[in-house]
């Protein structure tokens, strides 16, 4: 099984990634997650080994933190958790703070706000592999587990359709990333004014592989029609408190709710990153259906988070 590195040193988009390097991803992943009951015999067990990598998270996490941490451990490196008093650009420049930490650790997971800062860390310090946790334009690393859920459900995904229903925010945009990537149509249904940054629909054609095409549509039972799984999200993202009350109101004919879920394809998945608002985007029922593969795609978060960690980082340790 190669883990040999990406071409590029970070992780900060999905589209960091080749296509082979997602497929090689993914397959890594399915590898590291049937070896996990082996413990410390596991293949990757040492992947890590004498490497450091540390963790800053300016915003909450429950899933990225917890399983960037076992993901660290369990490959045998070692974990350093950055207070979030050390935040990027307050006490220090962003890219001093990135030129210290090069100098001690490997690598970086960030959850942050801005997408430009993370790019401005990477760019301050060539020998740190920086990966995004987060920010306010992209999650990759949810994108990751997600297409790993898909692939175990589906076995083959290219030509399946996913919509999207919801914020065209961070989640919205890597999972159209990775979808197209993947041969996956996908459709995302937003109110106007809350639709997919047009920078993210540009890209759409070059990316996509296998025919595969990005749909936009307002009215959320065109948009789902037929389709395989429906995906939604949190209305009003972390940054985005003082927006909860009109958000609420806008995204309310954009519940996920088992009416919207009888216009996908019958036995088509529910998916969610979490946290979930029950009553809001999605209803409990819908939650708590058969249907649901939510907690599958938090737990391979763990399983994609070691795969990207060992073909970024896993290799001859050289320190400064
Ligand atoms: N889905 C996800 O990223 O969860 P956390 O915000 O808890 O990390
Ligand atoms: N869109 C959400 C995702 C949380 C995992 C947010 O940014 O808060």
Redesign the pocket.
């Known amino acids: 099984m190669s883990t040999a590195a990406p071409a590029r040193k970070d992780f900060l988009s999905v589209l960091d990634f080749q296509a082979t390097d997602l497929e090689r991803c993914l397959e890594i992943a399915g590898h590291v997650k049937a070896d996990r009951s082996l413990g410390r015999q596991a293949p990757t067990a040492d992947a890590l080994e004498g490497r450091h990598v540390a963790m800053l998270f300016e915003k909450?996490?429950?899933?990225?933190?917890s399983t960037f941490e076992i993901a660290i451990v369990e490959l045998g490196g070692n974990v350093v958790s950055l207070q979030p008093d050390a935040a990027l650009g307050k006490r220090e420049p962003v890219t001093d703070v990135a030129r210290n930490l090069e100098r001690w650790v490997d690598g970086i997971v960030i959850r942050t706000f801005s997408q430009k800062v993370l790019e401005e860390f990477a760019a301050a310090a060539p020998r740190l592999r920086v990966i995004n946790a987060?920010s306010d334009d992209q999650?990759p690393c949810?994108a990751l587990a997600d297409m790993l859920t898909l692939r175990e459900q589906w076995g083959v995904v290219q030509g399946r359709t996913v919509t999207y229903v919801g914020d065209g925010n961070n989640v919205a945009v890597s999972l159209v990333h990775a979808s197209l990537m993947l041969g996956i149509n996908i459709h995302v249904v937003s109110p106007e004014g809350y639709q997919l940054p047009e920078w993210a629909v540009q890209q759409a054609a070059s990316i996509s592989r296998h025919g595969a095409r990005l749909r936009l549509f307002t009215d959320a039972q065109d948009g789902v029609a037929g389709a395989d799984a429906v995906y939604t999200d949190t209305w009003t993202s972390m940054g985005q408190e003082a927006e909860a009350i009109i958000r609420r109101s806008v995204f309310a004919p954009y519940q996920v709710n088992q009416a919207l879920m009888a216009r996908a394809k019958p036995g088509a998945l529910f998916m969610h990153?979490?946290?979930a608002h029950r009553g809001e985007e999605v209803t409990e029922d819908v939650f708590e259906s058969p249907a649901s593969v939510v907690f599958d795609q938090?737990e391979n978060?763990l399983h994609v988070q070691k795969a990207l960690l060992s073909m970024l980082l896993a290799g001859p340790v050289k320190h400064p």
């Open positions: 909450a996490s429950l899933r990225t933190r987060l999650h949810q990153c979490l946290p938090a978060r």
